[in-house]
């Protein structure tokens, strides 16, 4: 069965330093995609970076990159220089893009980030 | 675009109780699910449909009906509420691209059942 892990409940991290956001997976398919979101304090879940299972090279959007370690099964999120605004949960998850319905996805618990002045 | 609505954004329901929670998208999008958002959970997946006439159960479907007879919209059906189902309920859509499948998620209903 499928299944992603966040071990860090929360997390700080000082305004303008990097910070990276464990993940984990487990999953018997050769195709997947992999997903960050970031989830603020009013609740709605804004999409950040994606993954597939296949794709080379690691996803950059922006100050977002996603380290993937495919052989570790792991997929962290890592923040460069942080902002105040980037205080939020951020949910890691996971999903088939090919073959399968690419729309079941699977969370794991969520870390929140707390960006400190 | 509006996106994906959601409607209401809160509600408060007695045990028993039934009731309809409105999810709408204006993409054209194939795909749309029903995710729930429990404390300290992340998001799990109640029901999703591909298509329009074609729904199937999720992770956590007990107590929840869903259907979907047009592309823009899938409702989520609560027949008989329980306190159990308190909760905070995600709409999402998505289409399949050739490098990403971004679900694009509704701003959510939080649902207090008594």
């Known amino acids: 069965a499928q299944k992603i892990t966040q071990t860090q409940p929360g997390m700080f991290v000082q305004e303008k330093e990097a910070v990276t956001l464990d993940c984990t997976y487990d999953t018997s398919d050769p195709s997947y995609g992999l997903f960050w979101y970031k989830q603020p304090s009013s609740g709605e879940m804004i999409f950040l970076i994606y993954q597939g299972s296949y794709d080379q090279q690691n996803a950059t959007e922006g100050r977002y990159s996603l380290n993937f370690q495919k052989a570790r099964k792991s997929a962290n999120l890592v923040i460069s220089a942080s902002q105040l605004g980037d205080s939020a949960m951020y949910f890691c998850?996971?999903?088939?893009?090919?073959?399968?319905?690419?729309?079941?996805?699977?969370f794991g618990t969520g870390t929140l980030l707390a960006v400190q002045p | 675009n509006a996106g994906v609505t959601q409607t209401p954004k809160f509600q408060v329901l007695k045990t028993g109780q039934s009731m309809t929670l409105q999810c709408a998208q204006d993409?054209?999008?194939?795909?749309m699910s029903w995710y729930r958002q429990d404390p300290g959970m992340g998001l799990r997946l109640i029901h999703y449909?591909?298509?329009?006439?074609?729904?199937d159960q999720g992770e956590v479907p007990n107590g929840y009906n869903v259907s979907r007879s047009t592309t823009e919209d899938f409702p989520l059906r609560l027949l008989s509420a329980a306190p159990s189902q308190t909760s905070v309920y995600f709409c999402?859509?998505?289409?399949?691209?050739?490098?990403?499948?971004?679900?694009?998620f509704g701003p959510g209903t939080r649902l207090t059942v008594l």
């Open positions: 449909s591909v298509g329009a006439g074609i729904t």
């Open positions: 999402a859509s998505s289409y399949w691209h050739a490098s990403t499948d971004t679900q694009y």
């Open positions: 993409m054209n999008h194939e795909y």
């Open positions: 998850a996971m999903s088939r893009p090919y073959g399968g319905a690419t729309n079941k996805l699977i």
